[in-house]
């Protein structure tokens, strides 16, 4: 299984007016596929934040292969 660090992203506006970009939270997954790793991280983010959707906290999913020495 691969490594896969997944962050749920949300835009927001800044008092300075200007849009910004935030991590609303990061987490390591384990699994088979980037696609696998989405779906288990939006369980884990909605578990931990007690959502029932996990857009109503971020506008978007990164998923990135984590880059861990050997």
Request: overall charge negative; some cysteine.
């Amino acid at each position: 299984m691969a490594r896969y660090t997944v962050r749920f992203m949300k835009d927001i506006l800044g008092e300075n007016g200007r849009q910004a970009e935030i991590c609303q939270s990061s987490l390591e997954i384990e699994a088979a596929n980037s696609r696998d790793a989405t779906e288990i991280a939006k369980e884990k983010f909605c578990q931990m934040e007690r959502l029932k959707e996990w857009s109503l906290h971020a506008d978007r999913v990164h998923v990135a292969e984590a880059d861990f020495p050997s």
